[in-house]
Nanobody, 119 residues
Framework: QVQLVESGGGLVQPGGSLRLSCAAS????????MGWYRQAPGKQRELVAA???????TYAASVKGRFTISRDNTKNTMSLQMSSLEPEDTAVYYC?????????????WGQGTQVTVSS
């Protein structure tokens, strides 16, 4: 089992920046993909960005060019640098990790961290 702990959420003004971090512990040796999902009130959880163990990345169209995902395999951490934030980015952000055999949306989840973009 993998334990994930997010940090770095908060309140930021439109156009501002925020950095989220996720620390993994436990059975981390077989983590293949780590990713960030978000869920806004009344909406389904959606993939924001993901990164594989060899560094390949995927981004949702709505965040491409504004968000950057990174991963440090030596420290078992993952980060999401968010820039040019918009009110539509307001959501609870969740860290996810899965093995190569897990389908998207499965695996381990963090407890979530709130990001609020508002003036």
């Amino acid at each position: 089992q993998v334990q994930l702990v997010e940090s770095g959420g908060g309140l930021v003004q439109p156009g501002g920046s925020l950095r989220l971090s996720c620390a993994a512990s436990g059975s981390i040796f077989n983590i293949y993909v780590m990713g960030w999902y978000r869920q806004a009130p009344g909406k389904q959880r959606e993939l924001v960005a993901a990164i594989t163990s060899d560094g390949s990345t995927t981004y949702a169209a709505s965040v491409k060019g504004r968000f950057t995902i990174s991963r440090d395999n030596t420290k078992n951490t993952m980060s999401l640098q968010m820039s040019s934030l918009e009110p539509e980015d307001t959501a609870v952000y969740y860290c996810n990790s899965r093995r190569i055999t897990d389908p998207p949306g499965a695996g381990s989840w963090g407890q979530g961290t709130q990001v609020t973009v508002s003036s």
